[in-house]
């Protein structure tokens, strides 16, 4: 109980002072647009006519990734509604009996899955936290349901130290578009799965999940799902329309079965030609091919689908914004600019941790890990071969700045959230808490780890 009030004191005043202050989505979005400009201007003496210009023609850029995601959500939100998975969840997330354990199990799940795939983490962790704040919510267990969907949030922490990472798959593809400068392929055998990153993920992972039943808040300031459960369970969709020639087809399974099984089929296909590629593309396909075949027909699919649009729409308007963002820090070299100078004052010793922390910072502004792996790699691999540094020690301090600061930023939140059904001031003030408990851990974790090697 002491160890509880000692934590109550030290992140209370945080918790409180986000839910007040911080900016809804949108108002971030356009914070950090006037912050890139900005800079961009200042430090890079760039034209401001040029930054308008790159920023409008940078819009479009990862419409197709933004797609993705907005399908990701809007399928992981009717397969999760679907009668077999909601009686399956239901079966796991009343595991948890009391409200320790309930908040440790989320952080936990979640970041395993996140491990595995981050896109899956993401939607998986909106889901079960609703799940187990239901199942809470029957039982008679106060949950705080804030503390709990944030603790979902946390999980995505340790993603980029797992299968889906991208700058360490990216070094150890055979053709990718810097193996001259990084002098040969980098097996995840040297980055992803050591020892050391192993351990590491494992701690930050356990510390957390121990972290989160104790931020739970006094029995009268739990704030619990508000939603009545009910609200959630699919009911049958109408069948007034009977008599229509085509009511029967609409409303049998066999039409979902065939094409549900023509879409694992095709899986089949790619994972026996490609392995175990698991991109965005089959995750979506995945997930929709479940759809289908677990859902009652192509009228309830339908219904699936209408109600899990809604979750979509800011997702869908939040990732051009994004991507103007990331085209002025790019275009205006303002990112080249903090990794110099970052990888300037580096010594053989410090430059990993150097490289963290620039990534934690770059992140900031560009909240994908492939594209900042792109600006901020090939500076660092440079000094490091210069230096003499061991290059899977800067890949992983790049990934691991990456995904630090992920639990900073709006975007990854956005599709839990939206499943959910929260807001982001709901859930960053606990999400601080996180962040910086995940700095302790892996930050002194990683510079034992650098100073072993050097």
Not at 100 to 125: D, K
Not at 414 to 435: D, N, Q
Request: with cysteine.
């Amino acid at each position: 109980m002491n160890e509880r009030r000692f934590i109550d004191r030290l992140t209370a005043p945080l918790v409180h002072f986000m839910e007040r202050y911080y900016p809804d989505l949108f108002l971030f979005i356009f914070i950090m647009t006037f912050v890139t400009f900005l800079s961009a201007w200042w430090f890079a003496d760039y034209p401001p006519r040029q930054i308008v210009t790159d920023w409008g023609g940078s819009l479009q850029d990862i419409l197709a990734f933004s797609m993705q995601m907005a399908l990701m959500v809007m399928i992981s939100h009717a397969l999760a509604h679907t009668d077999s998975v909601q009686r399956i969840l239901q079966r796991l997330c009343s595991l948890p009996t009391g409200q320790i354990q309930a908040y440790g199990f989320v952080v936990f799940i979640t970041g395993l899955i996140c491990f595995f795939s981050w896109p899956l983490g993401i939607i998986a962790g909106g889901i079960i936290a609703r799940k187990v704040a239901e199942s809470a919510r029957e039982r008679g267990m106060k949950i705080h349901y804030p503390l709990l969907v944030a603790g979902a949030f946390c999980g995505n922490v340790i993603w980029h130290m797992g299968y889906s990472a991208s700058a360490p798959l990216f070094v150890a593809t055979a053709d990718n578009s810097m193996i001259e400068l990084l002098g040969g392929v980098i097996p995840v055998t040297e980055t992803v799965f050591t020892a050391w990153n192993l351990g590491l993920a494992a701690l930050v992972l356990l510390g957390l999940s121990a972290l989160a039943g104790l931020l739970r808040p006094p029995d009268h300031e739990v704030i619990e799902l508000r939603v009545e459960p009910d609200e959630y369970r699919e009911e049958p969709p109408s069948q007034t329309d009977s008599h229509r020639p085509v009511a029967k087809l609409e409303n049998s399974r066999l039409i979902t079965v065939v094409v549900g099984l023509c879409l694992v089929l095709y899986l089949g296909f790619w994972f026996a030609g490609s392995g175990f590629d698991l991109n965005l593309n089959v995750v979506n396909w995945t997930f929709l091919a479940l759809t289908l075949l677990l859902c009652r027909s192509a009228k309830h699919f339908m219904y699936l689908v209408e109600r899990s649009a809604i979750a979509a729409g800011p997702l869908i308007l939040a990732y051009p914004f994004y991507a103007g963002i990331i085209g002025v820090m790019t275009e205006s070299g303002m990112a080249s600019m903090m990794a110099d100078w970052f990888a300037g004052i580096a010594s053989a010793q410090t430059l990993p941790l150097l490289a963290f922390g620039c990534a934690m910072v770059i992140n900031l502004f560009i909240p994908s890990g492939g594209a900042q792996w792109m600006v901020q790699g090939p500076i660092f691999v440079e000094a490091a071969r210069e230096m003499g540094v061991d290059l899977p020690l800067i890949v992983m301090a790049i990934a691991y700045g990456d995904q630090l600061t992920n639990l900073l930023q709006p975007l990854p939140a956005i599709p839990l959230l939206a499943l959910a059904g929260l807001r982001l001031k709901h859930i960053m003030g606990y999400s601080f808490v996180f962040f910086f408990a995940a700095m302790l851990i892996l930050g002194s974790g990683f510079a034992l780890v650098c100073f072993a090697a050097a």
